[in-house]
Antibody, heavy 119, light 110 residues
Framework: QVTLKESGPVLVKPTETLTLTCTVS??????????VSWIRQPPGKALEWLAH???????SYSTSLKSRLTISKDTSKSQVVLTMTNMDPVDTATYYC???????????WGQGTMVTVSS | QSALTQPASVSGSPGQSITISCTGT?????????VSWYQQHPGKAPKLMIY???NRPSGVPDRFSGSKSGNTASLTISGLQAEDEADYYC??????????FGGGTKLTVL
């Protein structure tokens, strides 16, 4: 059974750096044509794609957030980590990780983790 | 990268068919057959319903179908059922090797 689970802080202060971890099971991060994406959803708003990383270590970032994001993976730990710098209250959202196929289909999603940015 | 354009809401009665449109540009929807559709019930994670324009993952009812013409993709749900009431999002791969989502469509089953 393929699962993904997000973990990280529930609350961060403005200007701090957010670090989120996605732990996967049921598939390997070294599988060809597969990767993991991060996607967020502010309360009551639409989904927003943030970044993805594939088995060959190919990475891509949202154009508008590229300067603040870093994605990496540890295949041995089955983990994908996303860091977002200089957090702001507008970054308050549920953050999801999702298994991703070439062509950007997100077939399995984690349950999501709600992150609130507030002082 | 601008979000794909979806209608804010659509509605239909049980048994009817509805179609949700998703309009982009030649740099995303029109340029690639990498359009996906997701269903999201309140408080839940999204679920993949259609990938690569018209393919259904295993377990998705064949009442759900996808198509594309030019820069506009469409999701059609036939034989509408109460449990289809949800938010629907389209997404597309882009020429910048990024992904863009639509603004979402709320489907109400009357």
């Amino acid at each position: 059974q393929v699962t993904l689970k997000e973990s990280g802080p529930v609350l961060v202060k403005p200007t701090e750096t957010l670090t989120l971890t996605c732990t996967v099971s049921g598939f390997s991060l070294s599988n060809a044509r597969m990767g993991v994406s991060w996607i967020r959803q502010p309360p009551g708003k639409a989904l927003e794609w943030l970044a993805h990383i594939f088995s060959n270590d190919e990475k891509s970032y949202s154009t508008s957030l590229k300067s603040r994001l870093t994605i990496s993976k540890d295949t041995s730990k089955s983990q994908v980590v996303l860091t977002m710098t200089n957090m702001d209250p507008v970054d308050t959202a549920t953050y999801y990780c999702a298994r991703t196929f070439i062509g950007a289909a997100f077939d399995i999603w984690g349950q999501g983790t709600m992150v609130t940015v507030s002082s | 990268q601008s979000a794909l354009t979806q209608p804010a809401s659509v509605s239909g009665s049980p048994g009817q068919s509805i179609t949700i449109s998703c309009t982009g540009t030649s740099s995303d929807v029109g340029g690639y057959n990498y359009v996906s559709w997701y269903q999201q019930h309140p408080g839940k994670a999204p679920k993949l319903m259609i990938y690569e324009v018209s393919n259904r993952p295993s377990g998705v009812p064949d009442r759900f179908s996808g198509s594309k013409s030019g820069n506009t993709a469409s999701l059609t749900i036939s034989g509408l059922q109460a449990e289809d009431e949800a938010d629907y999002y389209c997404s597309s791969y882009t020429s910048s090797s990024t992904v863009v989502f639509g603004g979402g469509t709320k489907l109400t089953v009357l």
